[in-house]
Every structure is written in structure tokens, then in C-alpha cells.
């Protein structure tokens, strides 16, 4: 468990966050990260796993397994479990006592080259835990509703956010978002209080039933 006074730290930044402010960055939180072998690893076995998890994203990505390939740099591998990565269950228990409920780890996010599109402004249906394990990135934040790729044209971030190895963001529900990718970087996303709207469920049964029609049986559990 981390130290008690940065315990109050994480608190306050989550308490200011549900009370207007857009996003908090607490540095080096969690300094035992991940390395870049673990990522590897990872990643190869989610590759060589038979397919059991869909993430959620535009139709634009291409599914491998677990693997989503955005460009020839980045990959999103779904599935970082605590036996994979056995240095998320310190940031799991901190945030699940914090929060006063569950988050779960969703997404790691590696680029072993850097220079990644950049991933347009948006918003996430959730309160969003990112930790950076490798690399530098830096978290634009936009004021505003209803933030998509559709409307973003001219729109100016309201923060520059920039994190390093160890540091974690945590970000509002609904906060308008992009992440510029300098350099090589590797991160974990956790999920908290996904929206109940049905949304992703619904992503969810099309996805099965496209790869239904492939003869691929999917047994997806968002929550898994």
C-alpha cells in the first residue's frame, strides 16, 4: 500500500475531479511498472490466444485476438490481467478503496516506435484510470459536452497533461480527451462506473454476431 499521506493526495484529486475539474495527474504513484518484456509478452500471448475478448472501439481498428492494431506503430491489447501484469493489483486496491467500488484493467496500450496518429479528441462513458509504464505521453483535456470526432474541428485543449513513467491520470466521466505519442510508450487503462445505457452492450452483440458469421464463437464478459 502506498504511503498515507499520498493516500489523502489521491482522494483530494478524486473529490476535485467529481466536483467540476476535469482531470488530475499524480506523479510517480506507482513506480514498480511494468517493464517492456512484460508488455511483449503480453501482448504475444493474446496473439496467439484463441479470441475471447472484443474491446469497444471504432470500426476503423482491425481485430487480432486481443490485439487491435491503430497504425503500423501502436497496438491496444485487451486483457491485462493481474497475472499478467502483477504489478496492477497495488493500483487496483488503492482506486477500489478510493472509489469505494471496482476498477478493472481493459486496455494496454504499446508503441514501440513512437509518432502515432494521434487519437482524436473524444469522450469516455466512464471515470478513466491510465497509468503510464513506459515512455512519455501527453493528455490534451477539453472543456466541453458531447466531444467527439465529428466536432472537433478548431477545438482548443483546456490542459496539457504530461506523463511520465510511475504517473497516473484520472480523468472525468464524459471529459473530452486525445493522447499525443512522442516517443515509445506502454500504459495500462482500468475502467470505473461504465455507463448503463446499453451502449456498449449493444457494440457488443453486433460485434458477436459479425464474428458469428465468420464461424468465430465469442464469449465476451466486459467485466472479466
Same mark, same amino acid.
Given at each position: 500500500?502506498?504511503?498515507?499521506?499520498?493516500?489523502?493526495?489521491?482522494?483530494? $484529486?478524486?473529490?476535485?475531479?467529481?466536483?467540476?475539474?476535469?482531470?488530475?495527474?499524480?506523479?510517480?504513484?506507482?513506480?514498480? /511498472?511494468?517493464?517492456? %518484456?512484460?508488455?511483449?509478452?503480453?501482448?504475444?500471448?493474446?496473439?496467439?490466444?484463441?479470441?475471447?475478448?472484443?474491446?469497444?472501439?471504432?470500426?476503423?481498428?482491425?481485430?487480432?485476438? $486481443?490485439?487491435?492494431?491503430?497504425?503500423?506503430?501502436?497496438?491496444?491489447?485487451?486483457?491485462?490481467?493481474?497475472?499478467?501484469?502483477? #504489478?496492477?493489483?497495488?493500483?487496483?486496491?488503492?482506486?477500489?478503496?478510493?472509489?469505494?467500488?471496482?476498477?478493472?484493467?481493459?486496455?494496454?496500450?504499446?508503441?514501440?516506435?513512437?509518432?502515432?496518429?494521434?487519437?482524436?479528441?473524444?469522450?469516455?462513458?466512464?471515470?478513466?484510470?491510465?497509468? #503510464?509504464?513506459?515512455?512519455?505521453?501527453?493528455?490534451?483535456?477539453?472543456?466541453?459536452?458531447?466531444?467527439?470526432?465529428?466536432?472537433?474541428?478548431?477545438?482548443?485543449?483546456?490542459?496539457?497533461?504530461?506523463?511520465?513513467?510511475?504517473? /497516473?491520470?484520472?480523468?472525468?466521466?464524459?471529459? $473530452?480527451?486525445?493522447?499525443?505519442?512522442?516517443?515509445?510508450?506502454?500504459?495500462?487503462?482500468? #475502467?470505473?462506473? #461504465?455507463? %448503463?445505457?446499453?451502449?456498449?452492450?449493444?457494440?457488443?452483440?453486433?460485434?458477436?454476431?459479425?464474428?458469428?458469421?465468420?464461424?468465430?464463437?465469442?464469449?465476451?464478459?466486459?467485466?472479466?
Amino acid at each position: 500500500m502506498i504511503e498515507f499521506d499520498r493516500l489523502e493526495e489521491v482522494r483530494t $484529486g478524486i473529490e476535485k475531479v467529481r466536483n467540476g475539474d476535469l482531470a488530475v495527474v499524480f506523479k510517480n504513484l506507482f513506480p514498480e /511498472v511494468p517493464s517492456w %518484456d512484460d508488455f511483449i509478452r503480453h501482448a504475444q500471448h493474446e496473439i496467439d490466444t484463441p479470441p475471447g475478448h472484443i474491446p469497444a472501439q471504432p470500426y476503423e481498428e482491425r481485430f487480432i485476438n $486481443g490485439v487491435l492494431l491503430r497504425n503500423l506503430f501502436y497496438l491496444m491489447v485487451s486483457n491485462p490481467s493481474d497475472k499478467a501484469f502483477p #504489478q496492477t493489483k497495488i493500483v487496483r486496491e488503492v482506486f477500489n478503496e478510493l472509489l469505494e467500488d471496482e476498477i478493472w484493467p481493459v486496455s494496454a496500450f504499446v508503441n514501440f516506435l513512437g509518432g502515432e496518429k494521434p487519437i482524436a479528441p473524444h469522450c469516455d462513458y466512464r471515470e478513466t484510470v491510465y497509468w #503510464q509504464c513506459q515512455g512519455d505521453v501527453t493528455w490534451k483535456i477539453y472543456k466541453g459536452e458531447n466531444i467527439d470526432q465529428e466536432n472537433t474541428y478548431g477545438l482548443k485543449p483546456e490542459m496539457e497533461l504530461k506523463l511520465e513513467p510511475g504517473d /497516473v491520470i484520472f480523468v472525468g466521466f464524459l471529459v $473530452g480527451h486525445s493522447v499525443v505519442t512522442p516517443g515509445p510508450r506502454a500504459a495500462i487503462g482500468f #475502467q470505473h462506473k #461504465q455507463d %448503463d445505457m446499453g451502449r456498449f452492450d449493444e457494440s457488443d452483440r453486433v460485434r458477436k454476431e459479425d464474428y458469428k458469421k465468420l464461424g468465430i464463437d465469442v464469449d465476451y464478459n466486459r467485466n472479466s
